[in-house]
């Protein structure tokens, strides 16, 4: 049996999905039993009926209650939950704790239960934005600096809770195994009609909100591959005790994904816009504007990262970047976003 933690989500969900479709048997938890439905009624969108293999738990990762239950019996955890704020606290600890404490309940729950290896979810903002040396490609091997200038909350909870799970397993593991991923931004098909986070700035492409294109760029990964690449780290023996850079391939600039989708999607693209918005307008902006200020750390940011080390260690193929796109793109417009 395989434990997916935060079942709801983009790539728990994909997780589910792809966990079935291969035959196991899925517990996954969800912060409220009333989302059961929604889960299913998504694995039955990706055409799986799960005939009883998938099963629910009601666990919070702000509590232990029910996190030994969850991991009971289960040969493999996929921890992909991370805990959800509406607005981002005032107090970034009021993120990072529950980020850290939470990763912890998991990684104790299954080392308790005898589980085999988990595989966590972190991200890219644990990995490379402290890389300066823009003539390299950023690799596993590197660490952001949790207090590097301008590093958001969120990114501060995922590298901390990842060394915090690294830390873990060297100290107190037992014979627990783990492997980490580190998606950068996450796009894709989505299965159901509540949209990821990360789909918002494409969506302002699309809908023509966004008169004049700023020039960021944004490494690419589709969901389907993330899922995949936590599938292969969970089962392989090559994968103990390292990390994975998800990433399709080079990055992409924002107004290059505003050409694709005007090339790309007809009529659907019609509102978008092809002009782009010069850095200086972005960083004046930035001291009025919440959206401004967001973007303002993706401006000088090197983002290059390399896919060797899945691709050779685990045989991970991923979509394109285009691809990627393309169906997030479809997402929105299916899910009436644009």
């Known amino acids: 049996m395989v434990l997916v933690t935060g079942g709801t989500g983009f790539v728990g969900v994909h997780c589910i999905v792809q966990l079935l479709q291969q035959g196991y048997t899925v517990r996954t938890t969800v912060r409220s039993l009333k989302r059961r439905n929604d889960v299913l009624n998504m694995v039955e969108t990706a055409g799986i009926r799960s005939s009883g293999r998938l099963t629910f738990i009601e666990a919070d990762l702000l509590s232990d209650t029910n996190w030994a239950t969850a991991a009971a019996g289960c040969t493999y955890v996929l921890h992909v939950a991370s805990p959800i704020f509406l607005n981002v606290p005032k107090d970034e600890n009021e993120l990072i704790r529950p980020a850290v404490d939470g990763t912890i309940r998991v990684l104790v729950a299954a080392r308790d239960a005898g589980v085999k290896r988990v595989v966590m979810t972190s991200n890219f903002g644990a990995v490379g934005y402290s890389h300066t040396d823009t003539t390299k490609i950023i690799t596993e091997e590197s660490w ?64 023509g909100s966004m008169k004049s294109i700023p020039n960021i760029t944004l490494g690419i990964v589709d969901v389907r591959d993330v899922a995949d690449l936590h599938i292969r ?43 782009k918005l010069p850095d200086w307008v972005v960083r004046v902006a930035s001291f009025v504007s919440p959206t401004a200020k967001s973007i303002l750390p993706l401006l000088s940011r090197y983002r290059d990262s390399s896919n060797e080390k899945a691709r050779h260690l685990l045989g991970w193929a991923p979509r394109s970047n285009e691809e990627a796109l393309l169906a997030t793109a479809v997402s929105l417009i299916a899910n009436g976003k644009v």
């Open 233 to 275: 780290a969970m089962t392989s023996p090559a994968a103990n005790g390292q990390r994975f850079l998800a990433v399709a391939g080079k990055t992409v600039s924002l107004p290059e994904i505003a050409r694709l989708f005007k090339a790309e999607l007809g009529d659907a693209a019609s509102r978008v816009s092809t002009r």
């Open 144 to 207: 952001t600096d949790p207090a590097e200038k301008g590093l958001s909350a969120y990114n501060k909870s995922k590298v901390l809770a990842e060394q915090a799970a690294w830390n873990f397993i060297e100290q107190q593991g037992g014979n627990l195994e783990l492997s980490v991923i580190n998606p950068v931004g996450i796009f894709g098909p989505s299965l159901g009609p509540e949209l990821s986070s990360g789909f918002e700035l494409l969506q302002k492409v699309l809908d």
